[in-house]
């Protein structure tokens, strides 16, 4: 009789594609989370609060301790906040703006920028650590 002998299969497994995933998922997360953080607030040490607010700010005011006001990164005047703020939100008009103000600064600073966004009814978050 000519039995045929059955080749065995192998119960291997190759963990070259999902290396590849796992490479390509660790790129995007690195590449997108630098990009989440505002640019000028790497040099703030932000007031610490028990309270965080869920919703996320579309722009934001950096003033840092030595009274540099940035908006979304670039460096402007206090003057020049306001105008630049309309240019913005005139586009989208349910944006958030956070502000992000050095613990050093004083309060009365926070204070006017407060006014510029109830003047124009803006959506102001101030930007804290959390403890």
Do not use: C
């Not at 609060?49 to 979304?72: C, G, M, R, W």
Request: proline letters at 5%; glycine letters at 4%.
């Amino acid at each position: 009789m000519g039995l045929k002998t059955r080749s065995k299969v192998e119960a291997g497994f190759s963990m070259s594609s999902m290396t590849d995933i796992v490479f390509l998922l660790l790129i995007f997360f690195m590449i997108t989370s630098t990009m989440v953080t505002p640019p000028a607030s790497k040099d703030l040490v932000l007031p610490k609060s028990d309270h965080q607010v869920s919703a996320k700010p579309n722009t934001t005011i950096s003033v840092t301790k030595d009274l540099k006001y940035f908006v979304e990164g670039e460096e402007i005047s206090f003057w020049q906040i306001e105008q630049r703020l309309k240019e913005i939100i005139s586009a989208e008009p349910e944006t958030y703006v956070a502000l992000h103000v050095d613990e050093s600064v004083p309060f009365s600073v926070v204070g006017k920028i407060r006014d510029i966004a109830v003047r124009n009814k803006y959506k102001l978050i101030l930007a804290t650590q959390s403890r």
